[in-house]
C-alpha cells in the first residue's frame, strides 16, 4: 500500500481479518451442511436466509449509517458476526443453520454499509480508486488464499476446529475494529 492514510490502513487490516476468517468456510458450506442433515434445498434455503435477512437490514442499516453511530454499527456487525461464528460449533441441525445464517446476514447489514461510509469519507484525494482498490481488491485475494487453508483444517482436524479458528480470527479483527474506531473518536 502506497503512501495511505494510516486510519485507512488499520481500518483495511481489521476487515482483512474478517474476510479471511469467512473465506476459511466458504467452499466447505455445502459439504457441512449435508453432514447435519440437510438436503440441497434446506441449504439453498439457509443461503436464502442470509441473503434476503442481510439485503433487508442493509437499506436500513445504510440509512442508519449516514448519521453519527457509523463506528457503533461496525463494531455491532462485527460483534454479531464473530457470535454467530462461534456459533457454528453448536450447529448440528438444518434449522440451527437457518437461525446462523440470518444472524450473519444481519452482522454483514449492519457492519458494511458503517464500515463502507467511514472508509469512503477518508479516502485520500487523488488516489480515491486505488484505495477503493485495496477495499475490494485485497478481500478477494484473502479469501482465496482463506480457501485453501480452510480446506486443509477440515480435512485434517475437522469443522469444529475451523469454525474455533473462524471464531478467534473474528474476535481479532472485532478488537483491532474496535481500537482503530476509539482512537478514530479522539
Same mark, same amino acid.
Not at 482498490?133 to 480446506?151: D, H, K, Q, R
Given at each position: 500500500?502506497? =503512501? %495511505?492514510?494510516?486510519? /485507512? =490502513?488499520?481500518?483495511?487490516?481489521? +476487515?482483512?481479518?474478517?474476510?479471511?476468517? *469467512?473465506?476459511?468456510?466458504?467452499?466447505?458450506?455445502?459439504?457441512?451442511? *449435508?453432514?447435519?442433515?440437510?438436503?440441497?434445498?434446506?441449504?439453498?434455503?439457509?443461503? +436464502?436466509?442470509?441473503l434476503i435477512v442481510g439485503g433487508l437490514l442493509y437499506i436500513t442499516f445504510g440509512k442508519l449509517s449516514d448519521?453519527?453511530?457509523?463506528? =457503533?454499527?461496525?463494531?455491532?456487525?462485527?460483534?454479531?458476526?464473530?457470535?454467530?461464528?462461534?456459533?457454528?460449533?453448536?450447529?448440528?441441525?438444518? /434449522?440451527?443453520?437457518?437461525?446462523?445464517?440470518? %444472524? /450473519?446476514?444481519a452482522a454483514s447489514a449492519i457492519a458494511s454499509p458503517a464500515w463502507s461510509?467511514?472508509?469512503?469519507?477518508? /479516502?485520500? *484525494?487523488?488516489?480515491?480508486?486505488?484505495?477503493?482498490?485495496?477495499? *475490494?481488491?485485497?478481500?478477494?485475494?484473502?479469501?482465496?488464499?482463506?480457501?485453501?487453508?480452510?480446506?486443509?483444517?477440515?480435512?485434517?482436524?475437522?469443522?469444529?476446529?475451523?469454525?474455533?479458528? %473462524?471464531?478467534?480470527?473474528?474476535?481479532?479483527?472485532?478488537?483491532?475494529?474496535?481500537?482503530?474506531?476509539?482512537?478514530?473518536?479522539?
Open positions: 500500500m502506497r =503512501k %495511505m492514510n494510516n486510519f /485507512l =490502513k488499520k481500518l483495511l487490516y481489521g +476487515s482483512y481479518l474478517w474476510y479471511f476468517a *469467512e473465506g476459511l468456510f466458504a467452499p466447505l458450506y455445502a459439504m457441512f451442511a *449435508e453432514g447435519i442433515g440437510g438436503s440441497v434445498l434446506d441449504l439453498t434455503l439457509a443461503y +436464502s436466509i442470509y448519521s453519527k453511530h457509523t463506528e =457503533k454499527l461496525i463494531i455491532i456487525g462485527y460483534e454479531i458476526n464473530t457470535v454467530a461464528t462461534f456459533c457454528l460449533i453448536l450447529v448440528d441441525s438444518p /434449522l440451527k443453520l437457518f437461525i446462523v445464517e440470518a %444472524m /450473519l446476514g461510509t467511514l472508509y469512503s469519507k477518508n /479516502l485520500d *484525494e487523488g488516489k480515491i480508486g486505488e484505495e477503493i482498490g485495496y477495499s *475490494e481488491g485485497v478481500p478477494w485475494i484473502i479469501s482465496g488464499i482463506a480457501v485453501i487453508l480452510g480446506g486443509l483444517i477440515v480435512n485434517y482436524i475437522g469443522y469444529k476446529a475451523l469454525f474455533l479458528i %473462524m471464531g478467534v480470527i473474528q474476535l481479532s479483527s472485532t478488537i483491532i475494529q474496535r481500537r482503530v474506531l476509539r482512537v478514530q473518536n479522539k
